[in-house]
């Protein structure tokens, strides 16, 4: 008796089948597509919009990534130091009288500039009254010494690195002020396992689809198709995403060999990582900022006056004792302070001759390039995939929670065709 419910029940099904063949195949391509967009979107939304759409706090949307831009921040500063790269190493590799050298001429243009502007500024007069070749005199000495300074403040550097500069500071201010730039950290290199869960989408999709399209074959209910569009967009995310990092090592399946797209690509991933931390984060004008800028901006300034006071002070020559009677002392330190001051806030300009040379002596991108591809695969995963893993699991509910509305706009589409003729 079984038996033959059995078989007419699957005379049925196959008739029909037969009857809304296209409709029948609509389901697993249709699953396809919903395995594909679902995790393009939700990709799309793990980066987009930068800044907050709506009405805040909770009607809208920003993009995962630039919401928790300083934790992310925080994510990609623990994978640079000190696993990867230290303070002292990017300064030790520096040498002091090349970085003077290099910018010898701004820097001569920018003494001059000064003393001029100091002068006429805090004693037009005086400035006026001395003869021309004394006031050259002047300008010249301070130049002369200028690049010996230089190289001075810079050895001063190398020695307390660890009290005037903090690279895990500076990288985090870089990416929470650019939130384009942290997009560009996980996009740059992860865009090929991104593209992969867009494709693995579609053929997951597909895959289960077919399942679908058998199930509703035999029986059809309203909640089947939502269920089903969120099982998909749930699953095609998740199985994705562990085709990207498992396994480890490469493994033979038969004839097959596997190992997860993200260490197979780990020295592409390493270079591109290494090139965009050394071009848009750790590049030589972001460090000479936050040097003079940073946390620890009183010690540098300190540094730096206390070269600048004593070149000024030596290199005044005849014209100290005269300038200090006239103006008073206490007017002469308030110039010289003025000096140290205006020579801080200039500088990052006046440096940017450097970039090249120190770019190239630093050589961040290679190093951290060589580094990365040296590590094990355990070790690569725990040093990137941070960044990743915080909130793969929005990733996945995303893609599951719009697979759900395609299901239920999928029940609404078959209501409609099974009231219209037969196809």
């Known amino acids: 008796m079984n ?19 296209w409709l029948y195949l609509s389901i697993p391509v249709t699953s ?48 640079l130091v000190p696993q ?36 006429r500024e805090y004693e037009p007069t005086l400035w006026e009254t001395l003869p021309l070749r004394v006031r050259n005199l002047i300008i010249r000495r301070v130049q002369d010494d200028a690049p010996e300074v230089v ?21 985090t201010t870089t990416l929470l002020r650019e939130p384009a730039l942290i997009n560009a950290v996980f996009q740059e290199t992860g865009r090929e396992e991104f593209k992969f869960i867009g494709r693995s989408g579609f053929y997951f999709g597909l895959l289960f689809g077919i399942f679908q399209m058998i199930g509703w074959m035999f029986y059809k209910a309203d909640w089947q198709l939502p269920l089903f569009g969120l099982v998909v967009g749930w699953a095609t995310n998740y199985l994705a995403l562990e085709m990207i990092f498992r396994p480890h090592e490469p493994r033979r399946i038969g004839p097959l060999t596997i190992q997860g797209l993200f260490f197979k690509r780990q020295k592409e991933i390493s270079r591109d990582y290494g090139r965009l931390i050394a071009d848009r984060i750790v590049t030589p004008s972001n460090i000479i900022e936050s040097v003079l800028k940073g946390p620890f901006a009183d010690r540098v300034f300190s540094m730096i006056a206390k070269h600048v006071k004593r070149t000024i002070d030596e290199q005044s020559g005849i014209a100290r004792p005269f300038i ?62 941070p960044a990743f893993k915080e909130d793969e699991w929005m990733l996945i509910a995303v893609g599951a929670a719009l697979g759900f509305c395609v299901g239920i706009a999928q029940v609404i589409a078959f209501g409609l065709l099974a009231v219209a003729p037969s196809l």
């Open 32 to 79: 396809g597509l919903v395995g594909y967009v679902t995790n393009v979107i939700a990709i799309k939304m793990m980066f987009y919009p930068l800044h907050f759409v709506g009405i805040p706090p909770y009607l809208g949307w920003q993009g995962i990534i630039p919401r928790k831009a300083g934790k992310m921040a925080a994510i990609a500063c623990d994978t």
């Open 324 to 385: 200090a009677w006239t103006i008073g002392t206490k007017r002469y330190v308030a110039m010289k302070e003025a000096a140290v001051s205006r020579i801080v806030a200039r500088l990052p300009q006046a440096v940017r001759a450097v970039d090249r040379y120190a770019k190239d002596a630093m050589d961040i991108s290679q190093t951290l390039a060589q580094r990365l591809e040296a590590l094990p695969p355990a070790e690569f995963e725990s040093m990137l995939r």
């Open 3 to 21: 038996d033959v419910i059995g078989m007419s029940l699957l005379a049925a099904a196959i008739a029909d089948f037969k009857a809304k063949f």
């Open 151 to 171: 190289a001075q403040v810079m050895n001063d550097l190398r020695e307390q690195v660890d009290t005037v500069f903090d690279l895990k500071d500076m990288v």
């Open 84 to 119: 990867l790269i230290s303070e002292r190493e990017i300064f030790d590799r520096l040498d002091p009288a090349r970085v003077a050298s290099e910018i010898e001429k701004p820097l001569l243009d920018l003494v001059e500039d000064l003393m001029e502007e100091i002068m």
